[in-house]
C-alpha cells in the first residue's frame, strides 16, 4: 500500500515521498524519516530492537535538543544505551516522558492513530523544480503567493494565527 501511495504522489505531483511502515506509531515515523528522500523503510517486529538499538538518541520521539544533551553528556548516545536505563532512573530525570522514553527504546508505542485530528496549523510551501538564484523581486512574489494561499486558507478555516514560520 505505502509503495502504491508513493507512485501515486509522483504520477500526479512529479515529486517523491518517503513512506516507513511498522507495527507501531512510533516505529513507522522513524521509518518513513530513515532514508529520506524517497525512502521506504518496514521495521519489523522482530529487526525493531536492533534497529531501536542503533539508532542515535536525537532521533527518539520527544528528544529535542536539551534532552539529547543531557542523555550524552550521561553517555547515552543511541538506543542501545537509553534501553539499559531503568525506568526508576528515566523517570526521576524526565517525570513522565522517562516512561515514554523507556517504552521507546523498547519499540513499546501504545498511542493510537489518529487520522482526523484538530487542525493545529496551516501551512503552504512550494518546491522549485531546480536549484535558483533568485533575487530579491523573485523571492518576494514566491513569498506572496504563499502567504495569499495561506491566508485564504485560514479564512476558509475561520480561523486565527499567532505565529509565523518561514523554511527555506
Do not use: W
Not at 517523491?16 to 523503510?41: C, H, I, M, Q, R
Not at 535538543?65 to 538506543?79: A, E, F, H, Q, R
Not at 492513530?113 to 536549484?131: A, C, F, I
Amino acid at each position: 500500500l505505502a509503495k502504491f501511495i508513493k507512485r501515486d504522489i509522483f504520477m500526479e505531483t512529479g515529486l517523491t515521498a518517503s513512506a516507513g511502515v511498522s507495527y507501531n506509531k512510533f516505529l513507522a515515523k522513524l521509518a518513513s524519516d530513515y532514508e529520506k528522500p524517497n525512502g521506504f523503510t518496514v521495521i519489523m517486529p522482530e529487526h525493531s530492537q536492533e534497529f531501536l538499538d542503533k539508532l542515535p538518541i536525537q532521533k527518539f520521539f520527544g528528544i529535542g535538543k536539551v534532552t539529547s544533551k543531557t542523555l550524552k553528556l550521561m553517555g547515552i548516545k543511541n538506543g542501545y544505551d537509553l534501553r539499559h536505563l531503568s525506568l526508576y532512573e528515566l523517570e526521576k530525570m524526565f517525570k513522565s516522558r522517562g516512561y515514554l522514553y523507556y517504552n521507546f527504546a523498547r519499540g513499546i508505542d501504545n498511542r493510537p492513530v489518529e487520522p482526523y485530528r484538530e487542525r493545529k496549523s496551516v501551512g503552504s510551501e512550494t518546491t522549485l523544480d531546480h536549484n535558483y538564484r533568485l533575487d530579491e523581486e523573485e523571492i518576494v512574489n514566491i513569498l506572496d503567493e504563499l502567504c495569499l494561499d495561506v491566508s485564504n486558507r485560514i479564512m476558509c478555516l475561520n480561523k486565527l494565527g499567532k505565529t509565523v514560520t518561514l523554511k527555506v
